[in-house]
């Protein structure tokens, strides 16, 4: 049977907030265990949640930036469970009137292909803390530091199709919402985290299958993975006659495969009912107006721009326009260089590569825009060729200095003095009486192949840092001379 | 001294006829000798106190003049209190002790008040009776065989037997009214989100409301003053500009028009209780008033729906309590499940317990259309016909309960008869009024309270019909005796 994947997915993203969706507590990552919780944070007897206008306005600038239509009336409910990392016994979310509607925005296929994926709504709530099982012998650490952080819960319409799509819509996401800078976006520390919602239907149906729930999936390359296996084992069933289980999967990276969690938890009623400690979060159009009128520039319309105005491939450009520090890094190198092309290479290939090779991200590059800059203004004005400026580049990313007093201290700088080119022109044609001998024998196409026998030495005798150009030129005379003189 | 009016009292500190620590130190006498026949109070903070008192003398020497300065006054044991246990009542708080003050129990601290205690109450304001306590129940100084009424009964018991002339005390479905009526004292609830509930310990969040008792109107709205406001930390409080509530006090009634709801003077009202109110109505009639026949239609729904909004709420604002984090933990719990079941098993009394699986059961799927949504509705309903009134009437006036305080014990088998104690006063809550129970005399010995229920933020006009018939009644002035001393 031929089936049709499809997928839905809900992302939990950390907004950038400095402090908590209800409280005055810190958000950082990474501090020491409960030194970031308040008593609000705590659920301690009489406190009270007091909503972050901030996280309101990062909300509001995700939905503008997905064309979604903004609920000027959004409530608050209750969502109770029991956990020992839910402080209060119930979360605080939006589950009738949440801040953001329908909306949608386009992904681009490595096909070059354009998909557009509705997103269904998105909505505030808190985030809980962490249960640490680890370190503790037969005990369970809370750590609440997380407790209260301000969550968007972006739900996206069953519309992707395959695991392809399911990335390709998780980055276009990611880098909307770093562009927008309401969340560092960061999946390794668990800003944007991904439960995938995933069935099966036989091709050409319209009716949806029975979907499983895989919670918690948290790079690109495990949503992926995930995908792949929860299809494989999902199309297992359907095909062996049998029926798929609606249920909350958790994916194991480690043996890269799905597990049922307990059907008791699956089967929680969470009793929503409208928050009584906030009122209705009633927001002003002219708000939402001004807000619209501020936004940075988003990814889709800084890759047009980038195409536009540094003639860009659509590649190219949406490789750099996608995240906005490194577009940002790209606009500062051309600003300096002065040259867009060459600046677009050297950032995705030097750049990029050596950050990759490093393991780096771009904020910890050893060289920044500026630096990159003041080295490719030394290619284009002729100072060192692009082959010199390579090896300039990793003595920089080394730590060594600036483009030019590496190059200085090197002694790196282009010959471009025609005497000494000269010199060493006459000195290879000198030494090579045979190779002479061919050339001025051979017609115009063999020629040009052996001309670069000659240029080779030449570039080898100037340590390879004889301006090509000129030597061409005077390579060209003294092959040239030396062919009339063998004919007078 | 302990018969003076906190005005009096205020008086006579800045005046230098007794200082903060000798008053101070005679409520605690007081408290020392007699709370053992009433068991008003859950804590007693001799040291805390005495401190304060000390720190007020200084300020009033220093010729400061705060209205409240240097007056001893008790809180429900409901407002947490920085460093002295909040039990809320409850076995599951009875170790708890906050780090940090209620916005209730700071405004009071700032404002100079010497807190002698915390009062008992209902097991996390959840009765009628002050029967709950884990701390045992109080009793009522006009006949300790009788229930001081609840939740809020310590605080009424006290400010009743003079054991300290203000209280703060928390009104969800009548907490406030209901004890003050028993009790023989003056209490207000103010309007929903007039009072900050930040640090009150939440029962019913949409319900719950903090507000002053004491022995006249003029000693609530001094109270009052000092608490009333905005607080930026409870979203749900009021932004409406805050009165001085002493301002209006003196204004005459004339031209005032009352209005009667029938369904507040028909069937189920005690007879000689109805005597009383009418014979208060007559008072504030020869002072100008005008009596006016209303009609409150949907009165009859007040009960169902204040007992599934209230549990409803309550079931998941209590659901904190879970053995983890601060509160009472079962011993050696077998497993997390263990840990949650027998914490708050051991941890809850009751009518608790009864309340959390009400209103667990009233918000489950499948049932909240049936009972949470429309009790909702109805809340509207019960609202608006509040509002249709006020369209014609200034304030609102009848009994605060059916009857007297009853004999202890006698409803607690029973507690569909316990909730109907609370038929005149829950929809006052269900429609964020402010309200007022007034001493309205006594009915075979036993206090009545007449109750005054007026519009959104009018707080300003309740305490002036109380006052002006405190002005010409004594009913307030009647203290119960004291049996042994």
Redesign the interface.
């Known amino acids: 049977m031929n089936w049709e994947v499809v997928i839905g997915l809900e992302v939990h993203l950390q907004l950038a907030t400095e402090s908590k969706i209800f409280s005055g507590a810190a958000t950082r990552f990474g501090a020491e265990p409960n030194t970031q919780a308040c008593a609000v944070d705590l659920a301690m007897p009489g406190m009270l949640p007091v909503l972050n206008e901030q996280a309101v306005r990062y909300a509001v600038m995700f939905g503008l930036g997905i064309g979604a239509e903004i609920g000027l009336r959004s409530v608050f409910d209750r969502k109770n469970y029991f956990y020992p990392d839910l402080p209060k016994g119930y979360q605080i979310s939006q589950f009738q009137e949440p801040i953001v509607g329908r909306g949608h925005f386009d992904i681009q296929l490595e096909d070059g292909s354009v998909r557009r994926i509705g997103i269904t709504r998105a909505h505030l709530e808190e985030d809980a803390g962490k249960s640490l099982h680890e370190d503790f012998h037969n005990q369970t650490g809370i750590d609440l530091n997380r407790a209260g952080t301000p969550l968007l819960e972006i739900v996206s319409e069953p519309d992707l199709r395959s695991a392809e799509e399911a990335v390709a819509y998780l980055k276009t996401l990611h880098s909307l919402v770093t562009s927008l800078g309401i969340s560092d976006g960061n999946m390794a520390e668990g800003s944007m985290r991904c439960d995938i919602n995933l069935s099966l239907r036989p091709a050409g149906s319209e009716a949806l299958g029975t979907r499983a729930e895989i919670k918690n999936v948290n790079s690109f390359r495990f949503v992926e993975k995930a995908i792949h296996h929860e299809i494989e084992r999902q199309a297992d069933i359907l095909e062996a006659g049998g029926q798929v289980v609606q249920e909350t999967r958790l994916y194991d990276a480690e043996r890269d495969e799905t597990r049922s969690m307990r059907s008791k938890e699956v089967a929680n009623d969470y009793r929503y009912f409208p928050e009584p400690d906030l009122l209705p979060v009633v927001i002003e159009q002219s708000w939402v107006d001004s807000i619209r009128a501020s936004l940075p520039e988003l990814p889709a319309a800084k890759r047009e721009r980038f195409i536009a105005d540094y003639g860009l491939s659509a590649y190219d450009a949406s490789v750099l326009a996608a995240e906005r520090p490194l577009a940002d890094f790209y606009e500062a190198v051309v600003k300096d260089c002065g040259d867009a092309k060459i600046a677009a290479n050297w950032v995705q290939v030097e750049l990029l590569g050596q950050l990759n090779r490093s393991d780096l991200a771009l904020s910890q590059s050893p060289v920044d825009a500026q630096a990159l800059a003041a080295l490719l203004q030394r290619i284009l004005d002729g100072s060192i060729s692009g082959k010199i400026g390579k090896q300039v580049f990793e003595a920089m990313w080394a730590g060594e200095g600036d483009a030019d007093s590496i190059i200085e201290a090197r002694g790196l700088r282009q010959v471009s003095d025609s005497g000494a080119l000269e010199a060493m022109v006459s000195e290879v044609i000198r030494a090579n009486p045979e190779q002479v001998a061919q050339y001025l024998a051979a017609d115009e196409n063999r020629r040009k192949k052996l001309s670069g026998f000659f240029v080779g030495q030449i570039m080898k005798l100037s340590k390879g840092q004889a301006n090509p150009q000129m030597v061409n030129d005077l390579l060209n005379q003294q092959l040239a001379n030396a062919g009339g003189h063998g004919n007078t | 001294m302990h018969d003076l009016s906190v005005a009096e009292l205020a008086h006579a500190l800045r005046s230098r006829e007794f200082t903060s620590t000798e008053l101070t130190r005679h409520c605690l006498q007081r408290i020392r000798s007699l709370d053992s026949q009433y068991n008003s109070f859950i804590t007693v903070d001799e040291a805390g106190a005495l401190a304060a008192a000390a720190s007020a003398d200084a300020r009033l020497a220093a010729g400061e003049q705060g209205p409240l300065l240097g007056i001893p006054l008790a809180h429900k044991d409901i ?2 209190t920085t460093g002295l246990r ?1 039990s ?1 009542g409850s076995k599951m ?1 009875d170790n ?1 002790v ?3 003050d ?1 916005t209730v129990t700071r405004l009071l601290r700032d404002a100079g008040t010497v807190l002698l205690g915390k009062t008992n109450m209902d097991e996390f304001a959840m009765g009628s009776s002050s029967e709950t306590s884990f701390y045992g129940n109080t009793r009522n100084p006009w006949d300790t065989a009788r229930v001081p009424g609840g939740s809020s009964g310590g605080s009424a018991a006290a400010v009743a037997a003079r054991l300290v002339p203000l209280a703060t005390g928390t009104d969800t479905g009548g907490s406030i009214r209901q004890p003050a009526a028993f009790c023989g004292i003056t209490g207000l609830k103010p309007t929903y989100g007039r009072v900050s ?6 029962y ?3 319900l719950d409301q903090g507000g002053p008792m004491a022995r006249s109107a003029e000693d609530c709205a001094l109270l009052l003053n000092a608490i009333a406001g905005l607080d ?5 409080s009021s932004a409406h500009p805050v009165e001085d509530y002493t301002a209006q006090l003196r204004q005459p009634l004339t031209g005032l028009r009352i209005g009667l709801p029938r369904e507040y003077f028909g069937e189920g009202l005690d007879t000689a209780t109805g005597d009383r109110i009418h014979a208060a109505l007559a008072l504030l009639e020869q002072q100008g008033a005008t009596l006016v026949d209303i009609t409150l239609p949907h009165t009859g729904l007040s009960i169902p729906t204040y007992y599934i909004i209230a549990p ?2 309550a ?2 604002n209590l ?2 309590y ?1 053995g ?3 509160g009472y933990r079962c011993e050696a719990p077998r497993d ?1 499940h263990d840990l ?1 079941t027998r914490s708050r098993q051991e941890g809850f009394g009751d009518e608790v317990k009864r309340r959390i699986l009400v209103g ?1 059961f009233a ?3 499948g049932y ?1 259309d049936a009972y ?1 949504r429309k009790a909702q509705q109805v809340r509207r309903l019960i609202r608006q016909d509040f509002l249709d009134a006020f369209a014609s009437v200034d304030i609102i006036a009848g009994p605060t309960t059916p009857g007297p305080a009853f004999g202890l014990g006698t409803k607690t088998s029973d507690p569909l008869a316990m909730y109907l104690e609370d038929v005149y006063t829950l929809a006052v809550n269900l429609a964020g009024l402010p309200a007022m129970s007034v001493p309205a005399g006594l009915a075979a010995g036993l206090p009545v309270g007449l109750q005054l229920i007026g519009p959104h933020f009018d707080e300003a006009r309740l305490l002036n019909v109380a006052h002006q018939l405190q002005q010409v009644s004594d009913w307030h002035r009647q203290t119960p005796g004291e049996a042994s001393e």
């Open positions: 407002f947490c909040t809320c708080l708890f906050p780090p940090y209620a509930r930040l640090g009150m310990v939440a019913a969040s949409s930026p930390l409870d979203s749900t409803a709420e079931s998941t659901s904190r879970d983890v984090r601060y997390l949650y667990t918000l489950s799927a909240y949470y």
